[in-house]
């Protein structure tokens, strides 16, 4: 496991609304008040925008990026 601490305004896979349909990222880890969070940046799993069954890694950033948690 390769954890990584993110900021919730970088716009990665992870932090997607698209990734993973309705359980986002099963390694994700709330820390600092929700501002800050810990993953695995070698987790994988689909993006339901950016095509049909396309694996993508945690830390990637595409176009279609829409926040999962919002403010």
Not at 10 to 27: D, F, H, P, R, T
Not at 28 to 49: A, N, P, T, Y
Request: aromatic residues 10%; proline residues 3%.
């Amino acid at each position: 496991m390769s954890d990584m601490t993110v900021n919730r305004r970088q716009e990665i896979c992870a932090l997607c609304k698209y990734w993973n349909g309705a359980i986002g990222s099963v390694s994700i880890r709330i820390l600092g008040g929700g501002m800050v969070f810990r993953l695995d940046s070698r987790e994988e799993h689909s993006c339901f925008k950016s095509g049909r069954g396309m694996q993508t890694n945690a830390m990637n950033h595409c176009p279609y990026f829409k926040p999962r948690y919002d403010d």
